[in-house]
């Protein structure tokens, strides 16, 4: 059972295009987290929310921005995509009071062509 | 030198063999988590630890606060457990995740 959801899955676009990955949590966690991820490779973080009205850059530089104007979503943006986004991008939450901490979405498999 | 240290980087083990999984940190940390990545998914937290042991079905992870050392272990493995299994840690108040490179398990029958 999901907790925490990102929308699409998979997506294929055109370079030029502007584009928003969906994610939503439903536990009610202040802390959001966007990390990215090349297969095979480390997860590097890109944005982190805190609260709502609350963004930060992460560790890696990225050319997304993000909102939190609800708790539960927490949404990226890339206004013109190009081939060097393609990526997996994975949103999170985290709630360090909770057992397991951290939940992570099924992320989405991004392609620009 | 990485914050985050695990050992193997890659393991291949036969159905039903004992798994260990090692993880060192240089830093203090407030938190230590395992999580679980299968090829072309998601990541699943396996366990958040502070201090001592917790065990989830054949899953045990155990940490060393003062040698600074964590391990994951798999009791009686199974092919489904093939995955990429990623040792992290959480700093201070900060909850953002500091990762370790992973360890690549291949359990064949």
């Known amino acids: 059972e999901a907790d925490i959801y990102q929308t699409p899955r998979y997506l294929v676009i055109g370079t030029g295009k502007k584009i928003t990955l969906e994610c939503s949590q439903t536990?009610?966690?202040?802390?959001m987290y966007w990390y990215q991820q090349d297969p095979g490779m480390e997860l590097h973080l890109i944005h982190y929310s805190y609260g709502v009205n609350s963004t930060e850059k992460g560790d890696l530089s990225s050319e997304s921005t993000v909102s939190r104007i609800r708790t539960e979503h927490f949404p990226l943006t890339l206004e013109s995509a190009r081939p060097s986004h393609t990526s997996q991008y994975l949103c999170?939450?985290?709630?360090?009071?909770?057992?397991?901490?951290?939940?992570f979405g099924s992320g989405t498999r991004l392609t620009v062509v | 030198k990485n914050e985050v240290e695990q050992s193997p980087q890659n393991l291949t083990a036969q159905e039903g063999e004992f798994i260990t999984i090692n993880c060192s940190y240089s830093?203090?940390?407030?938190?230590l988590h395992w999580l679980q990545q299968h090829p072309g998914g998601g990541i699943v937290s396996l366990f958040m630890?502070?201090?001592g042991k917790k065990k989830h079905g054949r899953l045990i992870a155990t940490i060393n606060i003062q040698e600074k050392h964590s391990s994951l272990h798999i009791t009686a493995s199974h092919p489904r457990d093939s995955a990429v299994y990623i040792c992290a840690v959480t700093t201070g108040t900060a909850s953002k995740l500091t990762f370790g490179t992973g360890t690549r398990l291949q359990v064949t029958l």
């Open positions: 536990m009610g966690h202040d802390k």
């Open positions: 630890l502070s201090s």
């Open positions: 999170a939450s985290s709630d360090l009071r909770k057992n397991y901490g951290y939940t």
């Open positions: 830093v203090g940390i407030s938190a």
